[in-house]
């Protein structure tokens, strides 16, 4: 069977926090020339619409309160050292 058309649906929602939500997905379709790899192209779209979706997100995630305690608290986690560590 020849593949001719390929097309992927990405979408995600974030939480803002206080019972709101953002819900965002991104469609893409692309024709598949005869040399390509169709699953190389699935891959190139799903990275695409992940990117685009990201950054449509960007500017209500930077101005959400919630994400931003959610990123301050993980980065701390992220740098307090293990218990197990030795010094």
Known sequence: MKITTVSISYSR???LG?????DLGCSLWAQVDEEEDPDGVVQFLYH??????KNAAMP???ASEFQINKAKVQRTVADT???SEEP
Not at 18 to 22: C, G, H, I, K, R
């Open 13 to 15: 929602k974030f939480n």
């Open 18 to 22: 206080q019972y709101e939500s953002l």
């Open 48 to 53: 695409q619409a992940k990117a685009s979706v």
């Open 60 to 62: 209500v995630l930077k």
């Open 81 to 83: 050292p293990d218990e």
